[in-house]
T-cell receptor
Framework: AQTVTQSQPEMSVQEAETVTLSCTYD???????LFWYKQPPSRQMILVIR??????QNATENRFSVNFQKAAKSFSLKISDSQLGDAAMYFC???????????????FGTGTRLQVFP | DARVTQTPRHKVTEMGQEVTMRCQPI?????VFWYRQTMMQGLELLAY????????DSGMPKDRFSAEMPDATLATLKIQPSEPRDSAVYFC???????????????FGQGTRLTVV
């Protein structure tokens, strides 16, 4: 079974600085998606960025980028020019692309709480 | 602005009462998930549907929980009877994709915070 591990329960960063959140996963599959979701205090789960495993190029969305290392099964999120509004819980998630029955589910890590200081 | 709508946002109920949570997925999305979030267990998948058919409800306590999709615009999660350990935030999410029926992005509702006293 696939698992997702976020080893940093909490991280902090100063406004305008860069921070990297770690995520590792375990799978025997070769084709899958990886996601980062943000959950601010409002508790809304917001999709930040998505990476398809077959793509070698790292995904980027404005100030958010990933470092996808498929062989190492690592998927870190880099937030550049951190803003106060980036303070939230960040969840890494895995989604199989196997054609087997009932593999469409998202498997989440335990989350990393990011604090942003002025 | 398309979004997943969950009702109610908050629910406080007494132990033993029935609780029904509702979800309106984004129009056209064919995959619907129910997740439960607690401090201790994090985000757990309870059930999910594709084209209204249940695909996996192995994470759901069968004796008291049930999930249905009466039609494409409504998903329900029921707890009967409710217990204090059911207190959590329950999320519904829906997804769609370009290729066949596989979703590529899942969008979450704002959740229902359930408190069972």
């Amino acid at each position: 079974a696939q698992t997702v591990t976020q080893s940093q329960p909490e991280m902090s960063v100063q406004e305008a600085e860069t921070v990297t959140l770690s995520c590792t996963y375990d799978t025997s599959e070769s084709d899958y998606y990886l996601f980062w979701y943000k959950q601010p205090p409002s508790r809304q789960m917001i999709l930040v960025i998505r990476q398809e495993a077959y793509k070698q190029q790292n995904a980027t969305e404005n100030r958010f980028s990933v470092n996808f290392q498929k062989a190492a099964k690592s998927f870190s999120l880099k937030i550049s020019d951190s803003q106060l509004g980036d303070a939230a819980m960040y969840f890494c998630a895995y989604r199989s692309l196997s054609r087997s029955y009932n593999t469409d589910k998202l498997i989440f890590g335990t989350g990393t709480r990011l604090q942003v200081f002025p | 602005d398309a979004r997943v709508t969950q009702t109610p946002r908050h629910k406080v109920t007494e132990m033993g009462q029935e609780v029904t949570m509702r979800c309106q997925p984004i129009l056209g999305h064919n995959t619907v998930f129910w997740y439960r979030q607690t401090m201790m267990q994090g985000l757990e998948l309870l059930a999910y549907f594709r084209n209204r058919a249940p695909l996996d409800d192995s994470g759901m306590p069968k004796d008291r929980f049930s999930a249905e999709m009466p039609d494409a615009t409504l998903a329900t999660l029921k707890i009967q009877p409710s217990e204090p350990r059911d207190s959590a935030v329950y999320f519904c999410a829906s997804g769609t994709g370009r290729k066949s029926s596989r979703w590529t992005e899942a969008f979450f509702g704002q959740g229902t915070r359930l408190t069972v006293v």
